[in-house]
């Protein structure tokens, strides 16, 4: 299918903020003066790691940017090429983030950084990233999701997540777009580590997740992997309660100034 978006990605401060803020609650929260393996989608600017790199330049150990189009591929190695003056070391992969073969057990932090919508065809792939301990105990998972356009509710969304609206018994429709917006990564994580039999020995914790405005609407969610138990109902409710949006200013228009 041809790609919508142009060639560069470049996103506004929307995004940048509100990767920061998270980066910075699981860095508190998870590795504290420790480091990771970085594992992310590459776009053209790699801005990602730029940003992570002004946190904390020791925080990488080493950096894997993976980039599946082949013309934004070739702007992320010039990207790569800039940032290897400034003494960062980033290597860049032609190929899609699900094939990266882990090869180390160091913590590891995964970034999603998605333009669509994280949909339930995202649980096949991290059904198989859990059972190849790919994604493991100890790591972070940062997920993009796109808010912005109407996806269906009801034709769509309120079908694939069908079960999971039952078991929290929510029927109202309201409700139910509330909670797509806020949990929507956490229902489709549940169901990968589910397919991958994992739900009684990996413990999953969003451990925040903030709502922002770039040329549309998006939300980053969050994540740890720990050792232990997932339960639905707390994950989701822990989901819930750690959900932050930046708020966005409209400018005065000539009428109202
Ligand atoms: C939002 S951009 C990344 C922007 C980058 N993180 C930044 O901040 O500069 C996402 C990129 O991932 C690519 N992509 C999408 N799915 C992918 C996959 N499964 N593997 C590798 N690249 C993928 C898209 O072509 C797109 O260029």
Redesign the pocket.
């Not at 992310?40 to 776009?43: D, P, Q, V």
């Not at 993976?66 to 189009?69: G, N, S």
């Given at each position: 299918m041809a790609r919508k978006g142009s060639v560069e990605?470049r996103?506004g401060p929307g995004k940048y903020a509100a990767f920061h803020l998270l980066l910075g609650v699981w860095i508190r929260r998870y590795v504290r003066n420790g480091s990771c393996v970085y594992v992310?989608?590459?776009?053209t600017?790699?801005?990602?790691i730029q940003s992570l790199i002004f946190i904390n330049q020791a925080l990488a150990s080493s950096i894997y940017s993976?980039?599946?189009?082949a013309d934004?591929f070739q702007l992320a190695c010039e990207s790569r090429d800039k940032l290897l003056k400034i003494g960062i070391k980033v290597e860049c992969v032609p190929t899609?983030?699900?094939e990266y073969k882990r090869a180390s057990n160091e913590r590891h932090l995964f970034?999603l950084?998605?333009?669509g919508i994280y949909d339930l065809e995202y649980a096949r792939d991290f059904e198989l990233l859990f059972k190849s301990n790919t994604l493991r105990e100890g790591d972070g998972l940062l997920v993009t999701s796109h808010l912005g356009h109407n996806p269906g509710y009801i034709k769509t969304v309120f079908r694939w997540f069908e079960r999971e609206f039952q078991w929290l018994n929510i029927t109202d429709t309201e409700e139910k777009r509330e909670l797509y917006r806020v949990a929507h990564p956490s229902f489709v994580l549940y169901r990968a580590l589910e397919q991958a039999d994992l739900i009684d020995t990996l413990s999953l914790t969003c451990f925040g997740s903030v709502q922002y405005f770039d040329t549309s609407s998006m939300g980053l969610y969050g994540y740890a992997i720990g050792a232990g138990q997932t339960q639905f109902r707390n994950f989701i409710a822990d989901t819930s309660a750690r959900a932050f949006s930046i708020p966005t200013v409209r400018r005065p228009t000539a009428a109202t100034r």
């Open positions: 990605t996103y992310t989608l590459g776009g600017e790699l801005r990602d993976f980039e599946i189009a934004r899609s983030i699900f970034f950084d998605l333009e």
